[in-house]
């Protein structure tokens, strides 16, 4: 285990990890292992692999296929296979191709061309379980048969190692061709699929699980499609929801399967409030409460997702009895690895998504109004890119600087606290010489916005003034969330009156507090 940790390690330095998230170019040893998987093919180290057969669906424009299903009614009620491509056995833990995926951790679709987390040469062909063009037989995959009952409820399961025959792939047009033709060649097996899926779909929500919940890391797109809502639209729902059943029922089996034979040395998906972020981390008997399941993993997309790699190396390693892959040690740093680089990816695409929202609404509001946007017209857009951490949209913060650099200030005063609370550090720089240097607004009416701040409707107040007064001293604390961000205290020595000592030390702590938010 101490040699397996130390593999590891060497290569996951935080200085080797920062911001390779997003990367176009592959490293040279990455390339070089592609090129020798390409020459000799890959060394299959099974020691048996069982001949299956079943269908992909996935869009008519994808190239790395990863999983297929299979479903037929049987004494048990109903028997569902789910085969997914085998990568790891093209990929050995610690390789430079491994080490390469690691960084990247997914694939990352955008509307010009894919961010592959592993290079195309595999993920689009040998490791791809239908790739367009290309008819590979005895494609390498692993497999898991599920038995289920008359409601769809676990009876059994089984993993094993195989060999994959594509029967025919679909995409979401020909899905519904085939679905709605009567005399089509698997027409009564893709009702069979409904028909599980929708049980499997039931018996979910009857866990807590919410019906709207989408398991949406199977691909990490940083762009929207849009769909006409009409019957063809509606149609591919069928096979959308036949997919994601059968992957959720996969992903838990694989769960379940580690809770019981490698509980610590394996990797689980927590998600314990619909309104929070779901994360990995190495502790089994946890639930999913968006999918309302327990002992929940990732296993069902390899080619996309780095810890569906790991997944499949750990049940292989059950299967042959190798031994353990991964320390306690390396499991944690790869699932902080993964939820960090997730979380930058996520704010990359609500950043670019508010960008392009709000250079359509700035247009259109100009339009529609006859005039400059006011501060008070893009409200929903500061306080959304507030709460979310983001930048505002570049149009949106030069239209607000220049508003606040102007004479008249009183319009857009209640976006104090909600612009320091942000991200944007030159917004926050303008606000201060606005409030301190230039002009300044009067400090009780500042205080006065700062108690009434908020970022979203119906949340608590955010800020909270604390004066002591005296007849020679007065002082002030500035509190965000009951930190004290600043504070002052000045002595009625030093002036005339105690009310130009009390305006002094209020001015005094609201410029603490724009430098306080402004070096966040």
Request: aromatic share 10%; hydrophobic share 35%; net charge positive.
């Amino acid at each position: 285990m101490i040699l397996l940790k130390s593999r590891l390690i060497e290569h996951i330095t935080p200085e080797a990890f920062n911001d390779t998230y997003i990367k176009t170019d592959y490293s040279p040893y990455a390339k070089n292992q592609v090129s020798r998987i390409l020459k000799n093919g890959i060394d299959d180290q099974a020691v048996s692999r069982e001949k299956v057969e079943a269908i992909t669906i996935d869009w008519a424009t994808s190239l790395d296929l990863d999983d297929a299903i299979w479903v037929e009614r049987t004494r048990a009620w109903y028997c569902v296979w789910v085969h997914i491509s085998d990568v790891s056995e093209a990929i050995p833990a610690f390789s430079p191709l491994d080490i390469e995926a690691l960084h990247r951790t997914t694939s990352i679709y955008r509307k010009e061309h894919i961010l592959d987390m592993i290079p195309p040469e595999l993920s689009n062909n040998i490791l791809s379980l239908d790739p367009h063009g290309i008819k590979n037989k005895n494609q390498l995959t692993l497999s898991v048969k599920i038995e289920l009952d008359e409601e769809a409820r676990l009876k059994n399961y089984d993993f094993f190692e195989s060999d994959f025959t594509n029967l025919k792939r679909y995409d979401y047009e020909s899905f519904s061709d085939d679905y709605t033709t009567q005399e089509s060649q698997h027409h009564d097996r893709l009702h069979l699929m409904k028909e599980v899926s929708d049980r499997l779909r039931i018996n979910r929500v009857s866990v807590w699980g919410d019906l709207d919940y989408r398991d949406t890391g199977r691909r990490v797109t940083l762009w929207k499609k849009t769909l006409r809502h009409n019957e063809q639209e509606q149609s591919k729902q069928i096979p959308h929801n036949i997919i994601e059943s059968f992957m959720v029922l996969a992903n838990n089996i694989a769960g379940i399967h580690l809770s019981k034979y490698a509980a610590n040395t394996s990797l689980y998906k927590r998600h314990d409030k619909l309104n929070e972020r779901s994360f990995y981390n190495h502790l089994p008997d946890t639930l999913h409460i968006g999918l309302g399941v327990r002992n929940y993993t990732h296993f069902t997309s390899p080619i996309r997702r780095y810890i569906d790699l790991v997944i499949h190396r750990i049940i292989k390693s059950l299967i042959r009895g190798s031994g353990v892959i991964y320390a306690t040690e390396d499991l944690k740093f790869i699932a902080k690895h993964v939820n960090n680089t997730r979380w930058k990816i996520e704010t990359l695409w609500a950043q670019m998504d508010l960008n392009t929202r709000g250079q359509h609404f700035v247009e259109k509001a100009i339009k529609e109004l006859w005039r400059p946007l006011e501060v008070y017209d893009m409200k929903e857009y500061i306080r959304n890119a507030t709460h979310r951490s983001l930048n505002l949209p570049e149009i949106m913060r030069d239209s607000i600087i220049t508003k606040i650099e102007s004479w008249h200030i009183s319009s857009r005063i209640w976006c104090i606290g909600v612009i320091l609370l942000g991200k944007d550090k030159q917004l926050k720089e303008t606000l201060k010489k606005r409030l301190i240097e230039k002009r300044p607004t009067w400090p009780t009416k500042i205080f006065h916005v700062l108690e009434d701040t908020r970022i979203l409707r119906g949340w608590e107040r955010i800020f909270t003034i604390e004066e002591k007064d005296s007849e020679k001293n007065f002082s002030i604390k500035i509190l965000c969330h009951g930190v004290v961000v600043a504070k002052s205290k000045w002595a009625l020595k030093n002036y005339e009156t105690s009310s130009w000592m009390r305006y002094h030390c209020r001015r005094k702590a609201i410029e603490n507090m724009c430098d306080y938010f402004i070096n966040l």
